[in-house]
């Protein structure tokens, strides 16, 4: 509990907010428009959350298995994600999103307790890990129940079990990203698992959110190096990953990722795990366009070796990028910038890189040299607080993603860009698969009705054939979208496994299951 | 039609059956105690199922939506699957389980219809591809159904679509293994999946069981390589996989692939493909012990560079496998032989190939040349006519299979030999992941109650840690095993599924599902 709390109104540490310098104000004023907002943000003493609807009686059960606050400031600091809409909301001061109270279980049996005592009560619990959710996923719809809390996994943070010969790890669901990598390194591991999200997300959602790193081309995504799960529900445990990989039935881990805290809380999870890597280089290539870039991705992906980071920004990311680090012109300035990254021991990383540099080159790469790619390293996790300060001085900045097939990654790209019409939108291939790649968009815009936009972007999305969410998730943001996506018949199956495991649906109400 | 027919009573082409050399024979004898069984085998046109048990008004409903035989022969040659009992019943002239019609229909929207009359006639439906089910998939349990029919998916049998930008095939599920890399090479590509069963084994079969070929190191499993599913069930269709991977929800392709057609019938398959390898290489090792040569495995295949094809027989199987090709004593007799193959094109082959060899000579390999690889690549298909052929001279044959992470590898791999006493136990380690591995057992004896032997191998696997099956399935025999491996909570979620897609129960009934 020593470490700093999350900015209950924006990202990351407080200490390490940075506002912008005046050029680039000035600059956002002058060329976008951006107004600065008439209300003065909230402080957070300022705010009180309604009473607590909790009863009395489930109050004192609570906390018979498991700390209980019901403080304002918990209580607010449990209050929805970390979306635009999120931040924007609670900075106007409303706080109606506030659990009713806060748990903090110290393991497995007491979560399982929580559960019952959820049923018998008639409370909803909120998983909460890290409360990064971007897609509303903390604020769940809680008509029909005599409040919700917030179950808050922090105390859950064990590094349960090392198996360096089948190279796992056993985590505890509430270790948060710079953890993890720092007790698995006392054994010579690494998760490698490295989100936008890694300082502040916890293994529990990484897992139930179905997380990607940016380093998932080496490393994979979350959810492929799961291989076992424990996870509470109101009616029981399951204990599933008897081996990485068998055939014995559906893989019912895959039922569990993803599944955001709807049909249970995990409280274990177990990982695939490497050896931490010796050496590290990362590279700025430049193509010049768009296309050309994404057809040299797509080539070494499908073609290896591949390198552990590979990501591309258009045309207009690039130039953003570049005018932020007063870098442009430098290098011509057009184009679109790739950074391409290699982790591991020395010779596998030669190797690797040597090959890459030359499929690189024969696709119309210039290299950049190192310079662009420590950059990138350098400020990999800081974009989250760049969009506080935008935030801060007027401007409206949000992101989505989505992913499908290679060959129609140019369509669904024209498709986003064409349902946000008159704003500020840059693009990143993010994660790359042999048969797949995602897109990841930034806006920038000095107003828009985000909530008339937002649908706009996800029936443009569905219209294209790519799928909502390739990282964020569902939560409540994208329910609707993910019933379509999946069908009355998918909806109806996730209806039926909600209903078995959690027959009075205290689990997150309303998020993911339409 | 054209293609042969698969041996009513035994595996593959009849025309290729190779009876056993007198000088096996008679070691068989002499050494093991082999006696020739007293029955001797019926003949296919002398057997007579029990009447059809499906009424006149269901027969004449199906013949309007595809097409219905009822000729004893049909019958016969849709019962049962190829486990060495199955086999052994067919033999011995016991058809009880032969199903009451075969239905061949010729698209999806026949197969929904089908679905419809089941459930409107009350008989149950057996989804049939090639009919190499070896833990009991074909044999449902029928009680309280007017009969049942064996869905034959054969006229399903078309390459959809080819994507080579995303490399991706939509193949139909009645197409064989063979019929598949036939269509895929006029386009350039392969689809790599080869398990033994490939020459007989078909897409929808390979999906639903979740199949692994013997490349699997290189190409991946196949469920791995399902991008995408469309699946008739008796209450709608589903339509999954808008992406190679997304964080929208649980993944409801994990939940359709090996549900063994319990769940619904898989009438289409998207799977990443790839290109045609212009190289193949097969090399084989020797190692001086089990212990040391599944060392070597698994460095590599956490380290990389990961060869295409990865294999080790323990020291019985060698020893047998260098006695059957008359190479006994040769190389010392002794030890281990693992296989090691790597298909691509040729720089990327003698890049991985350089490397790999350095780790296997480092850990103590010792290079027997191409000669056992080329002999275990021409021989790959070919262990079932084996086990006809041992079945015929008297002797009891049969295989089993199980997974666990590689620190428990030992344990498992003693577990299963000592719940197998005074019976000839061969192994290999046949397919190996980062963190895992799978052991594969062929058991050669004069005599077993199998009936009891079975069960006391699936305790010994479960309580050593090991899942119930790393590629053969669930099916009927398994049924019991898997309820264990995936806990009460498990099969109440698989029940819930079933009930919601499947709510008369006419898919696979008593397969899968507890």
Known sequence: MSEPEISWSGWGDPAQAAPLPEKITTLLRDLLGVKPREAAPVALADLAPRPSRLSAAALRALGEVAVVRTDAESRVRHTRGKST?????LRSGDVSAAPDAVVLPDGHDAVVKVLELATEHGFAVVPFGGGTSVVGGLAPD???????????LRRLDRLVAVDPVSRTATLE????GPRVEELLAEHGFTLGHFPQSFEWASVGGFAAARSSGQSSAGYGRFDENVVGLTVATPTGTLTLGRAQKSAAGPDLRQLVLGSEGAFGVITSVTVRI????EVKKYEGWRFADFATGSRALRRIIQDGPVPTVLRLSDETETLVN???????????GSGCLAIVGFEGEPR?????????REILIEEGGTDLGEGPGDGWAHGRFAAPYLRDSLLDVGAFVETLETTTFWSNIPALYQAVLGALPGHLVMCHISHVYPSAASLYFTIVTPDIDWDTAKPAVNAAILAAGGSISHHHGVGTDHRAAYAEEIGPLGVEILRAVKARVDPAGVLNPGVLIP
Chains 1, 2 share one sequence.
Request: glycine share 14%.
């Open 274 to 277: 490497r050896p931490v890597p």
């Open 85 to 89: 809409p999120d931040l924007l909301a």
């Open 348 to 356: 596998d990383v030669a190797d690797r890189r040597a090959r890459v």
């Open 322 to 332: 570049l005018a932020q680090s007063g870098a442009i012109g430098e290098e011509g």
């Open 173 to 176: 669901p509430g270790l948060r």
């Open 142 to 152: 809680d008509s029909g129940f005599a409040g919700f809390v917030a179950l808050d």
